[in-house]
């Protein structure tokens, strides 16, 4: 999902005006928004353990009625026992839908019971040993309550440019364990349960009826209804199963390798176009990367609530639907679900982040492959790694204190940034399209994904995965020194990670003079590093220049200059540090006296960028430049007095 993406219902509710759709279009806010930020009791994986058996295919044959918020039809389960002695069949199904009948035929149904909340008990005999097969079809009708503030199903009424619509969406926030699905369709939440899907939607004709799999005919019953026709033929969980019926149009992007088709509102038609663009695009790239896209059919259903990443058709939120490509992260999240969750899901929810986290770190892998280098490196920073940072160090990735946060989604995605840059690109793409592979419809964990990559990287990565999933928390926090004098290696190099907890890593850095380059390396801080006699004399130096690490870095720099037991004599600009530089720099200068003193930024072009003036006092004064809202470059600081001025070249590398 998105991320699993989700929308604060009520704020769903109230976007009815275009006066507030066009507010909520904001890229920074529309990612807040997007969030799945409500607060929710956590979940323990394998909590529904009365499931003895392994369903092979449900087939659902379900009316739907928008005007009553009703729903009627049947589901047939077929399934194979992995215990002796099964008589009882356990499912889930909410209590406000009526159950008219279940029969079987290949065993006698003695009867059905509905003991528990939401629960369902049929009786067969024969009792089923390991590997025998039953094939059951339970009837019901009624109207589905609500079990979840996000998921489940729902049904509201024409507002606005939004027409008349019942969807489903697969995992609850606040169910335990999460999925959904029991709101409609009997089932069960056992994620190593894999099944095929086949249905057909009964709906008003002039509706449009979405369901997993390939489309595959209609049929019209000259009653004022039509039934749409899906079958999936691979594999999935329950909870990646949905339904969305409203008046849609379908725009179709590409007609095979696979079907490309979304599912979209007639007043929302021209935004789609533009919208969906991208799509086609990252489908080959993702399939190129990770191996190819298996299912038959791809596209998105615009719906109310938020994003879910549904077996071959994600339920898209419908606001995020706009003429422009401020959207083209949640896309890329959603699309790479059919990979990562969908195609290899996880085996416990303790291990969540192989979903979230692969499937945000894609979203930075869409904005490589889609838009551009640029693009990519600019997301990791400014989107990624501060969201991570801001999660705080309060639960490790593997088994977090809370699933629907920035530690599994955002901390998750930069870890595998880390991993990149750690195996290299050949080798972990390499891994991830084994991955996929070996865990083909079927279901992984950390374990089984570290394995992989070890295998590949033909070294062990226990201290990568230990840093970041399993034990660490939180980031290094670098403070980063550098001093010494004038003789040919006189200057010094000292790194020390700060955080609570020690991260080892291998990291890049780059040694500037003036702006300039001088030379690359790279090196390894476990804790604290000491570099001596450092060739070329840099006056600064930037660590991990190319943005691969999670972490802070502190800089300070005390290259000659006056004594501290002196005042200074002169206005002396000491260094304007670091530079190259991103986004902040701090400008460092000495004043022999107090005096009015102020700076001035202007880029190549000579526009002024910021300005500041103040006061300085007798000896060394610092002014921080924050420049988050320029683009990179070269920018010319001037600092000066009402006397005299000095210049420094200074470099904003993005």
């Not at 109230?14 to 890229?27: I, K, L, N, S, Y």
């Not at 369901?211 to 999936?232: C, E, F, I, K, P």
């Not at 059919?338 to 303790?350: L, P």
């Not at 009402?642 to 210049?647: A, K, N, R, V, Y």
Request: with cysteine.
């Amino acid at each position: 999902m998105i991320y699993k993406v989700f929308i604060i219902l009520i704020l769903a509710i109230t976007a009815g005006a275009e006066e507030w759709h066009d507010r909520f279009v904001d890229p920074d806010l529309s990612r807040d928004l997007l969030r799945r930020n409500c607060r929710l009791p956590r979940f323990r994986a394998l909590d529904d353990s009365l499931h003895f058996y392994d369903v092979q295919k449900i087939w659902s044959e379900l009316s739907v009625n928008l005007d009553s918020s009703k729903i009627e039809g049947s589901a047939r389960i077929a399934l194979t026992s992995t215990a002796n002695g099964l008589s009882t069949i356990d499912l889930r199904l909410v209590e406000s839908l009526a159950i008219d009948s279940i029969v079987s035929s290949t065993h006698k149904v003695t009867s059905f019971t509905r003991v528990g909340t939401d629960s369902l008990q049929i009786f067969l005999m024969p009792a089923l040993s390991v590997g025998d097969t039953a094939d059951v079809t339970i009837y019901y009708r009624g109207r589905p309550s609500i079990i979840d503030a996000w998921g489940g199903m729902r049904f509201a009424q024409t507002n606005s440019w939004r027409p008349q619509i019942c969807y489903t969406l697969g995992d609850g926030l606040d169910l335990e364990p999460p999925p959904a699905n029991y709101a409609w369709l009997p089932s069960y939440a056992d994620l190593n349960d894999k099944v095929q899907w086949e249905i057909l939607l009964r709906v008003p004709e002039d509706k449009v009826g979405v369901s997993a799999g390939a489309r595959l005919d209609t049929m019209h019953h000259g009653d004022g209804t039509v039934t749409w026709h899906y079958r999936l033929d691979q594999p999935v969980s329950t909870y990646l199963l949905f339904i969305s019926v409203s008046d849609y149009l379908i725009m179709t992007q590409r007609e095979s390798g696979p079907v490309i088709e979304n599912f979209v509102y007639p007043l929302r038609w021209d935004q789609a176009q533009v919208h969906f663009e991208p799509v086609p695009q990252c489908v080959d790239a993702f399939s190129s990367a990770f191996g190819p896209y298996v299912f038959d059919r791809f596209g998105y259903n615009m719906t109310r609530n938020g994003d879910m990443e549904h077996a071959t058709c994600v339920s898209h939120y419908d606001a995020a639907v706009v003429n422009g490509r401020n959207y083209d992260w949640l896309l890329f999240h959603e699309l790479a679900h059919q990979w990562w969750g969908n195609w290899v899901t996880i085996a416990d929810w303790r291990d969540l982040w192989l979903n979230e986290g692969f499937a945000t770190y894609c979203e930075a892998l869409g904005m490589e492959w889609v838009r551009g280098e640029n693009d990519f490196r600019s997301y990791v920073r400014n989107d990624l790694q501060p969201a991570a940072r801001n999660a705080g160090s309060g639960s490790t990735i593997y088994d977090p204190s809370y699933y629907w946060g920035s530690i599994v989604y955002e901390k998750g995605a930069c870890v595998l940034h880390m991993l990149r840059w750690v195996m290299g690109d050949t080798l972990f793409f390499t891994a991830l399209r084994a991955y996929g592979q070996q865990f083909a419809f079927a279901n992984a964990t950390t374990a089984d994904f570290q394995a992989i990559c070890e295998a590949h990287h033909d070294s062990t990565l226990q201290w990568f995965f230990d840093e970041w999933v399993f034990e660490g928390t939180g980031y290094p926090q670098y403070r980063v020194s550098l001093w010494g004098d004038n003789s040919p290696f006189g200057h010094h190099l000292h790194i020390v990670d700060e955080s609570a907890f020690q991260f080892s890593m291998p990291m890049e850095v780059a040694y500037y003079r003036q702006g300039t380059l001088l030379y690359m390396d790279t090196i390894d801080v476990d804790g604290e590093l000491l570099i001596e006699a450092l060739p070329g004399l840099p006056d600064s130096v930037v660590l991990d220049p190319n943005g691969w690490l999670l972490k802070t870095v502190q800089y300070g720099i005390n290259l000659p200059s006056s004594s501290p037991d002196q005042s200074p004599i002169d206005f002396t600009l000491t260094s304007a540090y670091p530079n190259p530089f991103n986004p902040t720099i701090t400008v460092s200068f000495e004043s022999p006296i107090v005096q009015p003193i102020g700076m001035r930024a202007f880029n190549i072009g000579g526009q002024l960028v910021y300005a500041h003036d103040g006061v300085a006092v007798p000896g060394t004064n610092q002014v921080l430049w924050n420049a988050s809202a320029q683009s990179s470059g070269i920018y010319l600081i001037k600092l000066f007095t009402s006397t005299e001025s000095q210049t420094v070249k200074a470099v904003l590398l993005r």
